[in-house]
Nanobody
Framework: EVQLVESGGGLVQAGESLRLSCAVS????????VGWFRQAPGKEREGISY????????TYADSVKGRFTISSDNAKNTVYLQLNSLKPEDTAVYYC????????????????????????????WGQGTQVTVSS
């Protein structure tokens, strides 16, 4: 059973930083992509970052570009999201999600750029971690 566990959320002041972690376990696929999403109260879930395990290719939403950095440690099956220069509007529950992309010789076609941050493209989700930024 695939499990994703997010950690690292908390309460910080505007301008401060946090580092979120997403530990992935229980999977049988050889390659995958991980997306980070966030959802504020009353708002739709927003895709903010993506990384592909096979080559480290990344994508960012305009709302976080230049402030957030996604990275991965494949040996630990863990993906990180460094959140810098946090703003009150970054307050949300942050989720990571996995899209399996390879099983042996079976390789999924990589997602086009416009689809990488769509929640519907991901199969497994974590429980979320709260990030609250005070002004």
């Amino acid at each position: 059973e695939v499990q994703l566990v997010e950690s690292g959320g908390g309460l910080v002041q505007a301008g401060e930083s946090l580092r979120l972690s997403c530990a992935v376990s229980g999977f049988t696929f050889d390659a995958y992509a991980v997306g980070w999403f966030r959802q504020a109260p009353g708002k739709e879930r927003e895709g903010i970052s993506y990384i592909r395990s096979s080559d480290g290719d990344t994508t960012y939403a305009d709302s976080v570009k230049g402030r957030f950095t996604i990275s991965s440690d494949n040996a630990k099956n863990t993906v990180y999201l460094q959140l810098n220069s946090l703003k009150p509007e970054d307050t949300a529950v942050y989720y990571c999600a996995v899209r399996p992309t390879g099983w042996g010789t079976i390789i999924k076609t990589p997602l086009p750029l416009n689809d990488r941050l769509k929640p519907s493209e991901y199969d497994y989700w974590g429980q979320g971690t709260q990030v609250t930024v005070s002004s």
